[in-house]
């Protein structure tokens, strides 16, 4: 299950296409944007394997992609799905505690300030749950394990 926010989506089609190429089925891609003019990419998708959802209504369900899984597709939740997530910080997080409910492997896709690259300036810097350490999204990420962030005290949202 993809699930991807606004601009998210960009790098979730080129793992939806990977994903198809090395077989695996199926393949469920949920797109949420503000309003329907900032899709892009839908060509590309299946549309029986495709959710949108916009923020005005203006495009499939009126909402948060998230609220659209859980109302339109909740079998998409079911069936050990493992869940990809690519856009806003918010909008990771929600998935995170979706995932979690439903005790679903969710990996997050996180964008962070790369100051140094290296790891060095810490401007990346992702507090982990029962971890005394820092993730550093340059080095260790930008995919990274939804459970092992403490979303609670994450910096930015």
């Known amino acids: ?6 601009r998210g989506a960009a790098p979730l089609l080129y793992l939806e296409r990977l994903l198809r ?12 944007v503000r309003s329907g003019d ?16 916009t923020d ?4 499939g369900h009126p909402g948060t992609v998230l609220d659209a899984i859980t109302t339109r597709r909740p079998e998409w939740l079911r069936d050990d799905a493992v869940i990809y997530a690519c856009g806003p910080e918010i909008l990771l997080r929600h998935t995170a505690a979706l995932a979690a409910r439903h005790g679903l492997a969710c990996q997050v896709s996180l964008e962070g300030v790369y100051g140094c690259g290296l790891g060095l300036c810490r401007g990346c810097a992702v507090p982990l749950k029962d971890e005394p350490r820092f993730l550093m999204q340059c080095i260790e990420g930008p995919v990274v394990d939804a459970a092992r962030i403490d979303w609670e005290r994450m910096p930015h949202e």
């Open 21 to 32: 190429e090395r077989g695996h089925e199926p393949i469920r891609f949920a797109f949420g």
């Open 38 to 53: 900032l899709f892009f990419g839908l060509d590309r998708l299946r549309e029986s394997d495709l959710l949108l959802a």
């Open 1 to 6: 299950l993809l699930v991807a926010g606004g």
């Open 56 to 59: 005005d209504g203006s495009v």
